[in-house]
Each structure stands twice: as structure tokens, then as C-alpha cells.
């Protein structure tokens, strides 16, 4: 029992450092692929799938949101689904709009 | 499941009518909140930014922003969200001596980043963009010096819980006191992925 404990906590830690690993490998391709001679929309949608990759390894692996209660998991995407829809919704409406310049 | 919560050897007196503890429902509904507090101001940053370009006091923030210094401050942050993770997994398998080790750098790095953002703010300062020098200035000093603040406070907490344990090492609550703490700092992380891509890189 106590051995099985010891090597879950080892499995576990190696895991961590794998996902670390990991988000840092996408972290140096997100800074890298601002520097190549691509168009700006490619770079722009290259660059916002690996943010969501970053974000969701966070949530799901250090926050250990995966695998966690429905009701805790409901209390932090509702509302984090409101606010992505609140951002593309305000970026739809007065994306280039200068209107409000003053 | 190797990276799963160990509900087993964590104290069950906050356990409530849902079936969580009501602590851990707390801290996610608050981090809730803070995501649409962040959007807000993240939204804010996006629909004036064509707006700022237009007025005369224009500031163009590529002409400003320093990708390598907040690539820096990314690999900090990312580093600290590891080592709390790690300070986690330690104390729920009661090395007690590995948890105090990943707590404090954890806490180390949270500091760093926010030196490297006070020389950020300083060098922008000397550049002369500021909190009134136009609207890049405005929503880029206070969406970064929120989350700033937020790093800050992230910080202190997980220092409260540091001296917490060693005063009071038995206590049933050791855990959620550290997963509490830890679930307020990878979100301050997950706000800074947001912004280095979104402020920063595009």
C-alpha cells in the first residue's frame, strides 16, 4: 500500500514535469512564429490555438480542473465561456471601429 | 489517475450538502468572477486599441512593448504554476521538506516576475508612455497592473499559507490550505497567457 502511494506520487511528479515541459516547448513556438515571415492572420491563428492548448493544460493538469467534481468545473467554464463570448462579441462590434475616438 | 485530487487524505469538516468542499467551491467561483473581470478589461484593451491608432495622441504599443523581457516573465510565471504543482504533490505525500522547498520558489519567481514588471513600467515611463499619455498607455497600465496586483497577492497568500504550516504542521486542513492557495496562482498564471499572447505577441 504504502509502496503504491510512493509510486503514484512519483508518477505523478514525473507527469508535472512532462507538462511543464510541455507548455514551454509551446511557449518558445509562440514567440518564434512572431519572428517568420507569414501572413498576419496565419501567425494570428497559429499563436490563439496554442494559447488555448496553454490555457487548457494549465486548467486541466495544474488546477486539476480534468477529472474534478461537475459542480466545481461548472462554477469556472460558465462563466469563463461568458466572458469568451463577451470578448468576441465587443470585438465583432467595434473591431476597427474608431467612431468613439472622441 | 496519477495527477487526481486525494480527497482521502484531505479534511472532509467543509464537506457540504454538494458534496465539495465548500472552501475549494468558493475559491472556483470566485476565480470565476475574475475571469469575466479580466475579459472585461482584456476587451477593453482590444476595442480601443484601432481607437488609440486614430487620435492624435496615438501610440503604437509595437513600438513600446519588449517581447523578449515579457517572454522572460512568461517563463517565470510558467515556472511558478510547475513548482506549485510540485509543492502540492509534496505535501499530499507529507514531504513536508520538498513542499517548503517549491513553496518558496514559487514565491520567488512570483516576485521576480513582478520586478521584471516594475522595470517594465519604469522603462515604458522613461519612453514616455504612461497612465494618461493615451489610450494604449491607459488600458495597457491597468489591465497589466491588475494582474500585477494579482501576482502580488497571489504571493502574499501563498506566504500566509507557508508560515500557516509551519505553525501548525498536524493541521487536517494542511492540503486544502495549499491547493487553495495553488488554485489562485495558476489562474493568475492563466490570465498571463491570455495577456502575453493577446497584448504582447499579436
Known amino acids: 500500500m504504502a509502496g503504491d502511494l510512493a509510486h503514484e506520487a512519483h508518477e505523478s511528479t514525473r507527469f508535472y514535469w ?8 509551446v511557449t518558445i513556438v509562440e514567440v518564434a512564429i512572431t519572428f517568420l515571415p507569414l501572413p498576419h492572420e496565419l501567425i494570428v491563428a497559429v499563436l490563439m490555438v ?3 492548448v496553454k490555457g487548457a493544460g494549465v486548467v486541466m493538469y495544474f488546477m486539476h480542473l480534468k477529472g ?3 459542480i466545481l468545473q461548472a462554477v469556472f467554464v460558465v462563466p469563463f465561456l461568458l466572458a469568451t463570448v463577451m ?3 465587443f470585438l465583432l462590434l467595434f473591431s476597427q471601429h474608431v467612431g468613439i475616438a472622441g | 489517475m496519477a495527477h487526481s485530487s486525494h480527497p482521502g487524505r484531505i479534511g472532509t469538516a467543509n464537506v457540504g450538502s454538494l458534496g465539495v468542499d465548500s472552501r475549494k467551491l468558493g475559491v472556483w467561483t470566485f476565480i470565476g468572477s475574475e475571469a469575466l473581470f479580466f475579459a472585461a478589461l ?5 476595442v480601443f486599441a484601432p481607437v488609440n491608432m486614430a487620435r492624435a495622441d496615438a501610440q503604437n504599443p509595437k513600438e513600446y512593448l519588449d517581447i523578449w523581457l515579457t517572454s522572460v516573465l512568461a517563463a517565470l510565471l510558467l515556472a511558478s504554476s510547475l513548482t506549485m504543482v510540485l509543492a502540492l504533490a509534496a505535501v499530499r505525500r507529507g514531504d513536508m521538506k520538498l513542499f517548503r522547498v517549491w513553496l518558496l520558489a514559487t514565491v520567488g519567481l512570483g516576485f521576480s516576475f513582478l520586478g521584471g514588471q516594475v522595470y517594465e513600467f519604469t522603462e515604458l515611463y522613461h ?3 504612461t497612465l494618461s499619455s493615451s489610450l494604449f498607455g491607459t488600458t495597457f497600465f491597468v489591465l497589466t497592473g491588475f494582474h500585477g496586483t494579482h501576482v502580488l497577492i497571489g504571493a502574499i497568500w501563498l506566504l500566509s499559507v507557508f508560515f500557516k504550516v509551519q505553525r501548525y504542521p498536524d493541521s487536517p ?3 486544502m490550505d495549499v491547493e487553495l492557495g495553488g488554485l489562485y496562482w495558476h489562474f493568475v498564471d492563466l490570465v498571463w497567457v491570455v495577456i502575453f499572447t493577446v497584448i504582447y505577441l499579436i
Open chain 1, 18 to 25: 512532462m507538462v511543464g515541459a510541455v507548455l514551454a516547448a
Open chain 1, 50 to 52: 496554442l494559447m488555448v
Open chain 1, 68 to 70: 474534478d467534481a461537475r
Open chain 1, 87 to 89: 470578448i468576441l462579441l
Open chain 2, 42 to 46: 482584456i476587451t477593453t484593451y482590444l
Open chain 2, 127 to 129: 519612453h514616455g508612455a
Open chain 2, 173 to 175: 486542513e494542511t492540503v
